[in-house]
Every structure is written in C-alpha cells, then in structure tokens.
C-alpha cells in the first residue's frame, strides 16, 4: 500500500531572525517556533504568481507530517533570502494565527 501524503499545515512562530551577514547560506531569513506533532519538514512555501508585485511577498510557514501523534517539536528553518520571493519591500511571513510583513534591506 502506497504512503498517504498529507496537505501542508500552516505553523505559527515564535522567533525569526533576518541574518544579512554576507557569508553564506546568509542573507538567509530563520524561523523558529513549536511543531504541534512531529512534521517531516518546515518550508517557507511563497503564494504562487500574482499579477501585481505586492509590497510583502505572501509567504507561508508550512509543515508536512505523516499523521504522527500529538507532541510539541521545536523547529528551526533557514532559508537563503536568495530563495524567497520577494516583493517591492521584503516578505509578509503567514502562519496559522499570525502575520508579520519583513522589510529586506537594499532590495
């Protein structure tokens, strides 16, 4: 029998962190918060393609899980801000129960 995927959860946080030292993986943007079950992975998913270039790119903190119990998990995800779209200001970050618009310096 063929694993059952399931959809992406959107996760709330607790911390971020825009890191603009030039050393690699950075400029990268950190996310940290609580998992409520373990999760395969964490991913800043943007929203797809919009017809106008907002000021804060939409983008999502998801996490994708396999159906396991109930238990809180710490997570931490960094992304290179190379990786992010971004709008004509920076990202607006959207998770389960909160949003948070990022100003990305020199862009």
């Known amino acids: 029998m063929a694993e059952e995927s399931r959809a992406g959860e959107l996760l709330n946080w607790t911390n971020l962190e825009l890191m603009m030292d ?9 996310v940290e918060g609580d998992l409520p079950h373990p999760m395969k ?5 943007p929203f797809p393609e ?3 270039e907002p000021e804060y790119w939409p983008t999502k903190v ?3 899980s396999d159906g396991a119990a109930d238990v809180i998990t710490p997570y931490s995800v960094q ?5 992010l779209t971004m709008g004509t200001k ?3 970050l959207i998770g389960k129960d909160q949003s948070e618009n990022i100003d990305i310096p020199g862009i």
């Open 90 to 92: 920076g990202i607006e």
């Open 50 to 52: 919009l017809l106008v």
């Open 41 to 45: 992975k964490v991913v800043l998913e």
């Open 62 to 64: 998801v996490g994708y």
């Open 79 to 83: 992304v290179p801000l190379s990786e």
């Open 22 to 30: 030039p050393e690699p993986p950075n400029p990268s943007l950190i």
